[in-house]
């Protein structure tokens, strides 16, 4: 299936089409309903864990992730506010809505969201970057927008060890930059455009 920008583009399918294998294109996504197919062939879900070697390993079954309910979605937040981010999942079948609760062992984290003033409210497309000891890790707040989903206007850093952040550097999409130092780990921050100043969320 493709996805033009226009919705009376038509476009040609890549290759053959193997239908035999019950392989079908649709050239215009908005005529969809049309074609009387179904994209659900049940497949079940994958969940990879990255294991810092260059590689990753398919935890699907042992996290119980590798349902079949013909998911369209997936957002991660932390709902119950401990750090560890929660997935959920929107599906059409076998539940509307799944959520998977991170189990994994506990660690330091920050969260953190923008109040633009020159920039927009929100502070979409800053480049944060956060430092503490031998870790750096370098950020950018996009929300991910999925299928009917989108993710919070906020970034969520792991920390590892580190129970302080040496520095924070906010560059806004204005040019501004914002520079924060020695910040206590595990807690939500506001940080603001105007005069820099934070609150504890």
Known sequence: MSQPFSCTASVPELRDVDEDNGEFWVGNPFKFSNVKENLSAYERNGCFLNDRNGSFLDISYLSGSDNRG???????????????????????????????????PKTNWLAISLRGEQSNSAGIGAKIIVKAGDLTVQRELFPVVNFLSQAQAKVHIGLQKHQQVDSITIAWPSGEETKLIDIEANQHLRVYESDGHTEAL
């Open 70 to 104: 013909d998911s369209r979605t997936v957002v991660g937040a932390d709902i119950d506010r401990d750090g560890m981010p929660e997935l959920f999942v929107r599906q059409v079948g076998g539940g509307a809505l799944v959520v998977y609760k991170n189990n994994f």
